[in-house]
């Protein structure tokens, strides 16, 4: 006994296999344009460096400067020591110089950017629709 519709249900998989590549692009572009838009500004760099790297069958990739999980979660409070030098030489407040051993970051809280964008961005492309129109074209 043969199956009827075979070829046609091969086709169709086939189709929703390969919808992936678009959806994702579509959700990292979105993911990195609103990610730009929600961190916090500086100097611009970190801002600049949010993109979209790749949207495969498998997985899009949004990548960032690193420092992007710096401010994103934000550092804990340690201390910094000279590892080249004797010692650490700065500009304090006032534009006094200031020579140490060590000092002592105080850390500070995240401003969570990342996770957000991508949420947001997951919900204005729907997948549902695009996977439909896959298996809708493939018959």
């Known amino acids: 006994m043969a199956l009827k519709g075979g070829r046609e249900l091969?086709?169709?998989l086939n189709a929703i296999s390969e919808s992936f590549k678009p959806i994702g692009r579509n959700w990292a572009d979105d993911t990195a344009r609103l990610?730009?838009?929600?961190?916090?500004?500086?100097?611009?760099?970190?801002?600049?460096s949010i993109?979209?790297?790749?949207?495969?069958?498998?997985?899009?990739?949004?990548?960032?400067?690193?420092?992007?999980?710096?401010?994103?979660?934000?550092?804990?409070?340690?201390?910094i020591k000279a590892r080249r030098a004797k010692g650490l030489v700065f500009e304090g407040r006032g534009g006094r110089?200031?020579?140490?051993?060590?000092?002592?970051?105080?850390g500070y809280a995240g401003r969570p950017f990342r996770a957000q964008a991508a949420r947001e961005a997951l919900d204005r492309n729907p997948a549902a629709e695009e996977i439909i129109?896959?298996?809708?074209?493939?018959a």
Do not use: E
């Open 133 to 138: 129109r896959a298996w809708n074209r493939a």
């Open 51 to 79: 993109r979209r790297r790749n949207a495969s069958k498998k997985r899009a990739t949004v990548v960032a400067h690193y420092t992007a999980f710096f401010v994103d979660k934000g550092p804990k409070a340690h201390d």
């Open 10 to 12: 091969r086709a169709r």
């Open 97 to 106: 110089t200031i020579f140490a051993k060590k000092v002592r970051h105080r």
């Open 35 to 48: 990610a730009r838009a929600r961190v916090p500004v500086r100097t611009g760099r970190l801002r600049q």
